[in-house]
Structure formats: C-alpha cells, structure tokens
C-alpha cells in the first residue's frame, strides 16, 4: 500500500507569494492533518481535515488555509508569505479522525518550504 | 488548553549507554503514542499505549505508561548510532479528539 505522499518536496518562494502544498493520503484514509515543523517548535498543528470537513484547527494566522477533496486528498495555502513560514510541512493521513482512541497517524515525507 | 511536554529537550550519550525520555500532558490521556524522526526524515510510528500502567517493549526499547495517564517514558537500552533522533510523544485526552505532540527529545549518540 503506497504511503502519504506530498508534493512538492522542496520549494523556494519569495516574501508576498503564495505557496499551494498538496497531499495525498494512504488509500482508504478520511483524515489528513497538516503540521509545521521548525528546528526550535517542534511539530506544529495546523488542522485536520476529515470527510472534507475541517474538524480542529491549531493557532496559525488566516493565511494559512486548507481543504480536502472527496478522494480524501489535501492542499494547504499559505498566502503573503513571510520569512518566518520557511519549515517543513508535513502531511499526515489516518483512517479514523485525529484523536480517535487508538487511531494512528502516518506521515508524509514533507514539503520543505523556503521563503526569501 | 491542553499541553504535552517532553525532558530533556537534549541528550548526548555515548554508544553503549542508555537513554530515558519523559513525556508529560497536563491532562489526562486517553492513550499515548511514540514516534521518531531521523535527521531529515519525517516522523514515524513506533508504538501506542492505552492501559493505565502498561509496558511495552521493543527490543532494547521500553515504553510505559504512568498509572495516572498523564505521563510515558521511552527507555532505550544501549543505544547503538542507529537510535539517533528526535523521539516525540503523543496523546490525546477524553475530551478533544486533537493529538497533541510533545516537544520532542532530540537523542544524539557518539561511536
């Protein structure tokens, strides 16, 4: 079975651009959480996405944004990017929602986002 | 709201040595989870907990879970190279359906 997968793995946008990320979770799987990881904040949650539906949300600005399609497949936005948005961000798709008692999640590979 | 945290935040040891994380929630958990993270590479499942009280091991690693389910431990046992990492715990409580992630304990181990 084919794991998470994102694209693109590594980018390279300007302060003020907007960046589309997108995800493809593990067949089967209804739930896609996206995080932001930086080297001093650990893993970030930005949402999670299940049945199409934004079901939590963590403590990011309005310029981040997602939406999940009804193949279960997932893009984030970060628009007006800032130098600070520079991380990795990572997908993550589980087949019950998030916190689901005995629910797992499998994460991608990240999508490596530099901002300059 | 509810937080997980995670000591030390680092740790060098050398080969042969053993190595113990500590992860603590603020909120009683309804189960616990460990991933690792190899430099440059994205988290990865190692095990859950879910009963008060367990152990579980994993070869030269052990996990247990506090007997109040607010906090874990990862043991590892003569750590070899290969355990270089970042170990992350994570939990969610009764009352949300989040998963929380610990801030993570970065494991760097010297041949």
């Known amino acids: 079975k084919a794991g998470v997968t994102q694209t693109p793995r590594y980018l390279i946008k300007t302060r003020g651009q907007q960046v589309t990320l997108s995800c493809s979770p593990i067949?089967?799987?209804?739930?896609v959480s996206w995080y932001q990881q930086t080297p001093g904040q650990g893993l970030q949650f930005l949402f999670e996405?299940?049945?199409?539906?934004?079901?939590n949300k963590g403590n990011f600005p309005g310029r981040f944004s997602g939406r999940q399609f009804s193949n279960s497949r997932s893009e984030m936005n970060v628009s007006t990017l800032e130098l600070g948005d520079s991380a990795l961000y990572l997908c993550?798709?589980?087949?019950?929602?998030?916190?689901?008692?005995?629910?797992?999640?499998?994460f991608g590979e990240g999508s490596w986002l530099t901002v300059v | 709201g509810q937080q997980v945290m995670q000591i030390p935040q680092y740790q060098h040891v050398q080969e042969g040595e053993d190595f113990t994380t500590y992860c603590n929630s603020s909120?009683?958990?309804?189960?616990i989870q460990w991933y690792k993270q190899r430099p440059g590479g994205h988290p990865v499942f190692l095990i859950q907990?879910?009963?008060?009280?367990e152990v579980k091991k994993q070869k030269r690693l052990t996990f247990q879970f506090g007997e109040a389910k607010k906090n874990s431990s990862l043991h590892i046992t003569a750590t070899q190279t290969t355990d270089v990492g970042t170990y992350f715990c994570?939990?969610?409580?009764?009352?949300?359906?989040?998963?929380?992630f610990g801030t993570g304990t970065r494991l760097q181990v010297f041949p």
């Open positions: 993550a798709s589980s087949s019950a929602q998030q916190g689901a008692f005995g629910n797992t999640i499998y």
């Open positions: 067949s089967g799987h209804r739930s």
């Open positions: 996405y299940f049945s199409e539906t934004q079901r």
């Open positions: 909120t009683t958990l309804s189960n």
């Open positions: 907990l879910v009963k008060s009280g």
């Open positions: 994570a939990g969610s409580s009764y009352n949300t359906d989040k998963l929380i």
